[in-house]
């Protein structure tokens, strides 16, 4: 296990999060904290930087007012984006912090600004996925 990726496993357990699955050779981890609004977020290594994700949801087939809505958003998150994966089929949050200088602070805000970003969002990107 790299020391990146044992201080990053650390402060996931520190800050509350439940591993679900990991893979210590490729260090990344899967991690879930439900009241949160966490489910499924892949936390992994790939120096110099750890990258977070989670897929938010499927892109609906009437998509243009989704794009256009999802660059408001992203205008008012305080860390991360919405984003689309690379065959434009799901919605993700993604965020990119410095493995190097990385502390405990720094990777809490990156997670609770996924929450508040889905709390925040939740009633429009709801409609969105159920095609109104």
């Given at each position: 296990m790299s020391e990146n990726y044992e201080k990053?496993?650390?402060?996931?357990?520190?800050?509350?999060?439940?591993?679900?699955s990991e893979d210590e050779k490729e260090e990344l981890?899967?991690?879930e904290d439900e009241e949160k609004g966490i489910k499924n977020l892949?936390?992994?290594?790939e120096a110099p930087i750890l990258i977070i994700e989670q897929t938010i949801m499927p892109v609906p087939a009437k998509s243009e007012t989704l794009y256009?809505?999802?660059?408001?958003?992203?205008?008012?998150?305080?860390?991360?984006?919405?984003?689309l994966d690379?065959?434009?089929?799901?919605?993700?949050?993604?965020?990119?912090?410095?493995?190097?200088n990385l502390?405990?602070?720094?990777?809490?805000?990156?997670?609770?600004?996924?929450?508040?970003?889905?709390?925040?969002?939740a009633n429009e990107l709801i409609a969105f996925s159920k095609g109104e």
């Open positions: 990053v496993r650390n402060y996931l357990l520190e800050l509350g999060l439940s591993i679900t981890a899967v991690v892949i936390v992994d290594c256009k809505r999802l660059l408001q958003m992203n205008r008012t998150l305080v860390h991360g984006a919405f984003v690379e065959d434009e089929k799901n919605v993700l949050f993604r965020d990119t912090l410095q493995l190097e502390d405990l602070n720094e990777l809490e805000g990156s997670i609770n600004a996924l929450s508040l970003a889905l709390a925040e969002n």
